[in-house]
Antibody, heavy 118, light 113 residues
Framework: EVQLVESGGGLVQPGGSLRLSCATS????????MSWVRQAPGKGLECVSG????????YYADSVKGRFTISRDNSKNTLNLQMNSLRAEDTAIYYC???????????WGQGTLVTVSS | DIVMTQSPDSLAVSLGERATINCKSS????????????LAWYQQRPGQPPKLLIY???TRESGVPDRFSGSGSGTDFTLTISSLQAEDVAVYYC?????????FGQGTKVEIK
């Protein structure tokens, strides 16, 4: 059974940093690209970052470029998102998602809430 | 980035009736080299993460009931629920994966009339 479990969310002040992690199981992690998708309270979905199976290729939404860094540890089956210079508009549930069919998302975690507020 | 626009924003349908959601992309998501439309549909029930329903515009994900169907090509797409069930109350999103970052429509909320 595929499982994705996010952690690391919480309350942080504007300008602060957080590191999200996603522990995965039930599939060969290194064979799949992965992404972080966020959802602001009561709003729609935004794909903020993605990374290839090897980790050699990444992309970022313009809204987070230069502030967020995605990485993966294929030896630990873990996906990470380092978030710096956080802003109020980064407040959202952050989902870890497994990529399939060239960038659809077939499995999602339950999400971790990030709140940026003073 | 490709902008995805869904219509309507919400709709109320009687149980057993048809629900139709439209999605329009700001540029074509059809890739002629493999004859595929890079368009997916998701269902998000309250308090849950999204669930993949349809990919390549019209292919149902394993386990998705056949009352869900997708159609369209190029820039215009449709998700149809042929006979609405109570468990279909949710927000539905289209998503293009023709370019990165993938982008989603704003969502369509489906309720029971």
């Amino acid at each position: 059974e595929v499982q994705l479990v996010e952690s690391g969310g919480g309350l942080v002040q504007p300008g602060g940093s957080l590191r999200l992690s996603c522990a995965t199981s039930g599939f060969t992690f290194s064979n799949y690209a992965m992404s972080w998708v966020r959802q602001a309270p009561g709003k729609g979905l935004e794909c903020v970052s993605g990374i290839s199976g090897s980790g050699g290729s990444t992309y970022y939404a313009d809204s987070v470029k230069g502030r967020f860094t995605i990485s993966r540890d294929n030896s630990k089956n873990t996906l990470n998102l380092q978030m710096n210079s956080l802003r109020a508009e980064d407040t959202a549930i952050y989902y870890c998602a497994k990529v399939v069919y060239e960038y659809c998302f077939d499995y999602w975690g339950q999400g971790t809430l990030v709140t940026v507020s003073s | 980035d490709i902008v995805m626009t869904q219509s309507p924003d919400s709709l109320a349908v009687s149980l057993g009736e048809r629900a139709t959601i439209n999605c329009k992309s700001s540029q074509s998501v059809f890739y002629s080299s493999n004859n595929k439309n890079y368009l997916a549909w998701y269902q998000q029930r309250p308090g849950q993460p999204p669930k993949l329903l349809i990919y390549w515009a019209s292919t149902r994900e394993s386990g998705v009931p056949d009352r869900f169907s997708g159609s369209g090509s190029g820039t215009d797409f449709t998700l149809t629920i042929s006979s609405l069930q109570a468990e279909d109350v949710a927000v539905y999103y289209c998503q293009q994966y023709y370019t990165t970052p993938p982008t989603f429509g704003q969502g369509t909320k489906v309720e029971i009339k």
